[in-house]
């Protein structure tokens, strides 16, 4: 039985990957940590773990890896996307994912890691050359721009309550809205939608552009407050 110590601040995406990897009878999830300072102690506590965490807690690298060899751990760092994937390498974690990864290649990684191999993206492009994401160019053409706010916040890991107080309209609203989403983009609950989202690039920019102006208006509008 392989333990498995998840560290990612993204709560959608945290609970993604706990539910792909709770699906192997192999691995076992011992802890889930929001922050940098709950994963170290996790990882003194459960020594001779797989450390599964996001390059986005922004770790001190060098910190973690002389704690990881410390306690006889394994790391495997989920990159964004744009990332280069083999500049982890040099500090010494064995593995290496996008955020876009599939759940069979997350999985083939942790049991690769856990053997004592390593494990880069089999394609480590940039976004740019995903251009020829039909799907994902799609559906961000079917989106509005309010359902594409909703998407955006859906990723940030945002409940109903959050998104209708963002965007001031009210969670029934929000509820038909995500109907309409689910249905342009074939999924079926808010996870789903966020993994979606993830892992088609063209969307997923689309909402981090769309996160960027909301951040920036919120931000003008409190210092218009001030």
Request: net charge neutral.
């Amino acid at each position: 039985m392989n333990k498995i110590i998840l560290a990612d601040s993204q709560a959608i995406f945290r609970a993604g990957t706990a539910k792909v990897l709770a699906m192997d009878e192999d691995l076992r999830i011992i802890a889930q940590c929001t922050d940098l300072e709950r994963m170290f102690h996790a990882i003194t506590t459960f020594p001779g773990s797989i450390v599964l965490l996001a390059a986005s807690l922004r770790p001190d690298l060098a910190r973690l890896s002389m704690l990881l060899e410390t306690t006889g751990s394994r790391g495997i760092i989920i990159a964004e996307n744009h990332e280069n994937p083999s500049s982890y390498l040099q500090y010494g974690f064995r593995g290496v994912v996008f955020r876009s990864v599939t759940g069979p290649s997350l999985v083939e990684c942790v049991h690769r890691v856990a053997a004592g191999d390593t494990w880069l993206p089999t394609q480590a492009v940039q976004p740019e050359l995903h251009e020829d994401d039909m799907v994902g160019t799609r559906v961000r053409d079917r989106l509005t721009p309010k359902e594409m706010r909703i998407v955006a916040l859906i990723v940030q890991g945002c409940k109903n309550r959050e998104i209708a107080l963002r965007l001031k309209t009210t969670e029934q609203v929000i509820k038909n809205y995500l109907r309409s989403i689910y249905d342009k983009t074939g999924v079926s609950d808010r996870l789903e939608l966020a993994l979606f989202t993830i892992h088609h690039q063209v969307l997923a920019r689309a909402a981090a552009e769309v996160s960027n102006k909301m951040e920036a208006e919120a931000q003008a509008a409190s210092g218009a407050i001030a």
